[in-house]
């Protein structure tokens, strides 16, 4: 997806006055760095905010951070390529999964202070397992960096018309200075602008998409006629053996929303650092809940329109010098936004990009200074030093994603296998998690064994299908199929660990298993029924159980 | 632990605290966004209203972006920000296991004590080694 916007002359011709708001939004971007500043006086200012953000702000940023590059193009790019079948990452995948990572997770991620995902895995687990999620976080995260980075610059040259090299240190160095400034805090208020800003900037896109396509049932009428009906209804041909690309229920419900989806949003430490930085306990189950909230209507604003441009760019995605699927939003911004308000989305669309990117710089820089360096490399210095390290981590970990978007300027393909690799590693990660949390028995080496074996599942089966032992209906159902077989063989590894090995004594797992969490006042506290993260996540889960049906009322 | 006090911008009573806060940034931006894309709304040509299906689009979004902007500043002048860290737990309430062992605690505060922490305690658990 990575050079779509490349590759055809799509450009947004912007005024004058849309360049201004452009001017306008970054200057506020590096004054939130220098404003906030003066707040960081210790590491955990810096990484985590000095755990100080009220919910809503952790809630947004929490979504936020994960509205990037390949998310805003990608999932209307592939709302245009499968249809409606999308939403399923959404409303069965991510949100459940954020659920449950409020209500059910959270409690130990927060009530023990741990600084950082790894860092629970060390204390509930062994350093094995907490050096092979640290390296591979540090490792992914810059990858990730570097390919939202390119991302990023592609969409600067092809819609602006700036040089890719130019395009990539400009973007880098903005990022760089608000976060060296202001840290996670700097990251998460950017996020929250950058929310609103997309907001404002999609919505009419998607309205109008919707009415110049003559409304949503006839639009729907004319995909359905055109690609059959499981283009628009995302269950139909999900029954063994059906026509769905996505797959079979089974695959979608155990493998993309019990595996994929609860592997991602409950370990991934660009999330889960959102969390961590709340101010006490309640806020921090709540931030994933309160974030599900619009979550439930990006698919919205990205499948959506995906699918209007189907109809209204005759020829997306038919290839030669047609335009490409993911450049759906751009082409259409191009074609339906007057001055201003292009302005507008573009500054959200920049913004989401660098938003990407700098979740994931923020939260490399967090493990690499606590979980690598301090725990292993340079122990029991002041906490000045940290922050220090901290400070260079970023500067060095923005170097490194300058050099991954180079080399993925040039070899695109290394990236993606990168990528795919890395994947590998998120559902038998889940795995150790949701063993060490609920079952005290599973022992200290128990992590360790379970994320190596259930990789190596992932790598097998993905390895298998590429070979043509193993057939899938698409990459997308093997994906859920593989997750499925890793999480299955890291779950067994984990109990014949377990077994073999002397359990750890309750001492060691205070904190850290079910039943012996550490609730703070916030948490003991009553709270109205509407703040309430049970009755808030069950209402978001309802909501998307409407939305399903809506979308067979259409 | 970071007392109330010591982190600048957070005191309600610190009138630094209502420019930092989130709702400032996001409000003012709205504001001034609101503003330009309005203006950009009331000159809009019949071309421009023709491009976006056929309403004033600039107008509509850029009054949406200046009542969004009011309403961010409103919030912010209803309810400024709170003392933070008032659920706070500290690193004593934690089990043994689970401490920083000072490591989190910042000795260049002022008026506030630096905790005990000979440089050697390695935040291991007990009995790792």
């Known amino acids: 997806m990575v050079h779509a916007a490349a590759t055809s002359n799509l450009n947004l011709h912007l005024s004058p006055i849309d360049v201004v708001l452009i001017v306008i939004y970054f200057s506020f971007v590096l004054g939130i760095g220098f404003a906030l500043k003066r707040g960081v006086k210790s ?10 953000l009220p919910a809503w702000v952790t809630g947004i940023g929490f979504i936020s951070a994960n509205i990037g590059a390949v998310e805003l193009l990608g999932q209307s790019a592939s709302g245009a390529q499968y249809g409606a ?28 202070k741990v600084r950082s995902v790894p860092e629970y895995l060390r204390l509930r687990f062994d350093p094995k397992a907490h050096l092979i999620n640290a390296i591979t976080f540090v490792l992914g995260s810059i990858l990730i960096a570097g390919v939202n980075l390119y991302a990023l610059s592609i969409v600067l040259e092809a819609l602006l018309g700036i040089p890719l090299l130019l395009a990539i240190v400009l973007s880098a160095t903005f990022v760089l200075s608000y976060i060296l400034l202001g840290g996670l805090t700097s990251a998460i208020y950017n996020e929250v602008m950058q929310f609103f800003v997309i907001m404002i900037g999609m919505v009419p896109l998607t309205i109008i998409a919707l009415k110049e396509s003559g409304g949503i049932g006839k639009l729907f009428r004319t995909l359905s006629a055109e690609h059959g009906t499981a283009f628009i209804h995302p269950w139909t041909g999900t029954g063994i053996g059906g026509s769905n690309p996505v797959g079979d229920w089974i695959g979608i419900i155990l493998g993309l929303s019990f595996c994929l989806s609860f592997g991602y949003w409950t370990t991934n430490f660009a999330e889960v650092q959102r969390a961590m930085a709340a101010k006490d306990g309640h806020s921090a189950r709540l931030t994933p809940i309160i974030g599900a909230y619009p979550k439930s209507f990006v ?21 030669g010098g047609n335009l490409e699927y993911n450049q759906a939003i751009p082409a259409l911004m191009a074609k339906y936004l007057p001055q201003g308000v292009l302005g507008v989305a573009v500054t959200g669309l920049l913004a989401a990009f660098m938003a990407g990117m700098a979740a994931n710089v923020s939260s490399f820089n967090a493990v690499f200074t606590y979980d690598i360096w301090q725990d292993y490399l340079r122990p029991g210095r002041p906490d000045r030093y940290y922050l220090n390290i901290g400070r260079w981590a970023t500067v060095g970990g923005v170097v490194l994603a300058v050099l991954t978007a180079l080399i993925a300027s040039s070899f ?3 990236s993606n296998y990168l990528q795919t690799l890395f994947s590998f590693f998120n559902v038998p990660l889940f795995c150790a998690f949701i063993i060490g949390m609920f079952w005290k028995r599973a022992s200290r080496s128990a992590g360790f064994w379970g994320i190596l074996t259930g990789t190596l599942t992932a790598v097998l089966v993905y390895a298998l299908y590429k070979q043509g032992v193993l057939s899938f209906r698409s990459d997308l159902h093997e994906t859920m199929w593989g997750s499925i077989a890793a999480f299955a063989v890291g779950a067994v590894s984990m109990v014949i660990a377990s077994l073999v090995e002397e359990p750890k004594t309750n001492e060691e797992l205070h904190g850290l298993v079910y039943g012996m969490e550490i609730k703070d006042r916030s948490e003991v506290a009553k709270h109205a029924w509407f703040r309430s993260p049970v009755v808030l996540g069950l209402g978001v889960l309802v909501l998307n159980a409407a939305l399903y049906v809506s979308l067979y009322a259409v | 632990m970071t007392t ?17 806060d989130i709702r400032a940034f996001t409000g003012s931006l709205f504001l001034i966004f609101g503003i330009i894309v309005t203006i950009v709304g009331l000159n809009a040509s019949d071309a421009d209203i023709k491009k976006a299906a056929g309403v004033n689009l600039s107008l509509i979004i850029g009054l949406v972006m200046l009542v969004t902007g009011v ?6 002048l209803v309810s400024p920000p709170e003392i933070l860290h008032s659920h706070e737990m500290t690193e004593e309430e934690l089990p043994e296991q689970l401490r920083h062992h000072g490591l989190e605690a910042i000795p260049e505060h002022h008026g506030e004590a630096p905790p005990p922490s000979p440089p050697t305690t390695r935040r291991r658990r007990k009995g790792e080694h």
């Open chain 2, 4 to 20: 109330p006090e010591e982190r600048p911008g957070e005191r309600a009573t610190d009138p630094l605290a209502l420019l930092f």
């Open chain 2, 71 to 76: 309403v961010f500043v409103v919030w912010l």
């Open chain 1, 299 to 319: 698919p919205l604003i990205t499948v959506l329109p995906g699918m209007a441009a189907l109809v209204l760019l005759p020829g997306i995605g038919s290839g």
């Open chain 1, 412 to 414: 695109s393909n290394i």
């Open chain 1, 85 to 112: 079948a999308m939403v399923h990452y959404f409303w069965i995948g991510a949100i459940p999964a954020m659920v449950f990572l409020g209500i059910v997770m959270m409690p130990f991620y927060y009530g023990s």
């Open chain 1, 43 to 52: 590491s955990l200012d810096f990484f985590l905010a000095g755990r100080s």
